[in-house]
């Protein structure tokens, strides 16, 4: 519409007026409605900003991670209404993420700060994300529908009403193609760096084979389910604004997937859409450029307590009472008997990453006999201190390995795999290999870690 928001008044704000309005009694005993004070539609306003803030966040903001999804440039190459009237453009967005659904409608502006928007228009850049595990599966399908044609007030209902149709045919294709997703990515399997290997080695087919799979399933609740739903709300409300044709509809609509333990790194996609244009009064169809930028970003779990033996050199969990059990010997001064000797702690707390898709080495675990880190993927559990093999217990740790001489990681290197006794100990000793239970000094093999420290 030309008249813009300036005299009509933003949507938010006629919602707020609808919702504090107060009935009261009328002296003749009847039933009237009492407007709003200043002082109660602030308070309302206050009240509305905050639910909506905490929608946002979807739920608990624990120590999880989260989806990002920005529309970083919206460009409006030709709009959807005609040439005499403007556009007024909803950007309808709904999350799912497992039994979750979360959708939410936002009335577009344009840099300028206006919602009346015209050809050559660039809209505001907009962002919203979600709070996720690292593996989660989670899809994001967006409108754009211009709905112009009607007044404000009935616009923000319009298009709350679309949005809940959008997330109510949404929730069950969800289930089917998060199923498509794990197919597609189960060769890597989730909770090792498969997915990231497979990103390296050409993101592009792995998303297109994703994307022909869990596309079917959404073009398919777009026809059947979410166009309808769409032209229903374009012509609910009879009267249209000042008599102009009925330009209300779909500017263009997609989806993105953000895929279980995605890379870290952004995602940058750029597509111009081509909309319908099914009321030939309204001109030719809408074509609109967009960018937009995917991030996932991990949770990223540690634990500290992590430190040097000084005597073995192997890294312990020094968190616990007890020290656990060292390849020092020591032999009792008046038995002569052979002693049991705790590690003793030196430098640095390190703090270990686990159960996160970062690169590295996994199978790393923590030995409930010894309380040393050892390596877990071998069917031989090497040599413990404290007898027999090592035992496993509690996380499963991903070491960052070190890929080049060259390469900067903060953190300190040289701690490695001894072949021996599979315990992960420090090389960075110019005179010492330690002490290994299995004899002599430990023997580095494989990978160099480097691991942070406090
Ligand atoms: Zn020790
Ligand atoms: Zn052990
Ligand atoms: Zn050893």
């Not at 319009?158 to 597609?184: E, S």
């Not at 640095?348 to 040393?372: E, H, M």
Request: aromatic share 10%; net charge negative; glycine share 10%.
């Amino acid at each position: 519409m030309d008249v813009g928001p300036e005299l009509g008044g933003t949507p938010a704000r006629l919602l707020l007026v609808k919702l504090v309005r107060t009935r009261y009694q009328r002296r003749d005993g009847t039933l009237g409605q009492r407007e709003p004070t200043r002082s109660q539609v602030i308070a309302q306003k206050v009240k509305m900003h905050q639910r909506l803030q905490t929608i946002s966040l979807f739920a608990q903001e624990g120590k999880m991670g989260k989806c990002i999804f920005s529309f970083d440039k919206i460009e409006i190459l030709n709009q959807k209404s005609d040439t005499n009237h403007s556009d007024n453009d909803w950007l309808c967005m709904t999350w799912s993420i497992n039994d979750k659904v979360y959708s939410k409608p936002v009335s577009l502006r344009n840099v300028a700060g206006t919602q009346v928007l015209h050809s050559g228009d660039v809209l505001s850049p907009f962002q919203d994300y979600v709070v996720c595990e690292n593996t989660d599966t989670v899809i994001v399908t967006y409108s754009l529908i211009n709905l112009s044609s009607y007044d404000w007030g009935k616009q923000a209902e319009a298009a709350a009403d679309f949005v809940k149709k959008v997330a109510d045919t949404v929730a069950p294709i969800y289930l089917k193609a998060a199923v498509a997703v794990l197919a597609g990515v189960a060769t890597g399997g989730l909770g090792t760096p498969g997915i990231i290997q497979a990103f390296a080695g050409g993101s592009v087919p792995l998303l297109d084979a994703l994307s022909s799979k869990v596309g079917e399933l959404i073009d398919t609740a777009f026809d059947e389910v979410i166009t309808p739903a769409l032209k229903w709300v374009a012509e609910f409300f009879g009267d249209l604004f000042g008599g102009q044709p009925n330009c209300n509809g779909e500017v263009f609509n997609d989806y993105v997937i953000f895929l279980p333990n995605q890379p870290q790194s952004d995602l940058h996609i750029s597509k111009t859409y081509e909309g319908p244009q099914t009321n030939s009064s309204c001109g030719d169809t809408p074509h609109t450029k967009v960018d937009m930028t995917m991030h996932r970003e991990w949770d990223l779990k540690t634990q500290a307590d992590w430190r040097l033996c000084q005597h073995c050199h192997v890294m312990f969990f020094n968190g616990y009472d007890k020290k656990g059990v060292c390849a020092l010997h020591w032999v009792s001064p008046i038995t002569h008997a052979p002693l049991q000797v705790a590690h003793t702690a030196m430098d640095f707390d390190f703090v270990l990453p686990y159960g996160t898709p970062i690169a590295g080495q996994s199978d790393w675990r923590f030995c409930n006999k010894c309380n040393a880190m050892f390596d877990d993927g071998y069917p031989d559990k090497g040599v413990c201190p404290a007898g027999g093999g090592h035992m496993a217990e509690g996380y499963h740790f991903v070491l960052p390995v070190a890929h080049s001489p060259v390469e900067i990681i903060s953190g300190q290197a040289n701690w490695r795999f001894c072949n021996k006794c599979h315990a992960l100990f420090s090389d960075g000793f110019p005179t010492s290999n330690g002490i290994c239970p299995q004899g002599g000094g430990h023997v580095a093999e494989g990978y160099h870690f480097v691991l942070q420290n406090q």
